[in-house]
């Protein structure tokens, strides 16, 4: 576990660009496995084969990879952008920070998290705040 300069009590979370110009703002997520969704601050998918969650979040004007920060924890994920806070919530189920990563597509970031024990069972949803409060026994009954 490589320690992160600025931070040294921080695990260091490597930085990938990928340069997909096919990926613009608006376009569809690739490789979709179950449930996927959209909110107000952020894009998210359950990623083929399932052993991944993606989340995608529209980088401001300007914002750069210096701009960006970002801490996976276990259990919490932490996005700053341009020094304002994004994310910083409790994730719905836990991931493995050292396999999970982030990179810059196009305009957008990318948050790769990486399912804890090598899990596929696909998330309903990526956080607790977003997870909904009451249960639809009509939407159960599809999966039984």
């Known amino acids: 576990l490589k320690s992160n300069a600025l931070c040294p009590h921080l695990p260091f979370l490597p930085l990938r660009l990928a340069g997909d110009s096919a990926q613009r703002r608006g376009a569809t997520m690739p490789g979709y496995q179950g449930p996927k969704g959209e909110t107000g601050r952020y894009r ?40 304002d806070e994004v994310i910083d919530d409790t994730l719905l189920n836990r991931v493995d920070p050292d396999e999970s990563s982030w990179e810059i597509r196009g305009s957008r970031l990318v948050v790769l998290l990486q399912k804890a024990g090598g899990s596929k069972v696909p ?12 249960i639809d026994l009509d939407e159960l009954t599809r999966f039984f």
Do not use: M, Y
């Open 44 to 83: 998210w998918a359950n990623v083929d084969p399932g052993h991944e969650v993606e989340l995608e979040i529209d980088l401001p004007e300007g914002c750069v990879a210096s701009d960006i920060f970002v801490r996976i924890l276990p259990d919490r994920v932490l996005v700053r952008l341009l020094g």
């Open 123 to 134: 998330w309903p949803s990526v956080f607790l705040e977003d997870t909904k409060r009451t």
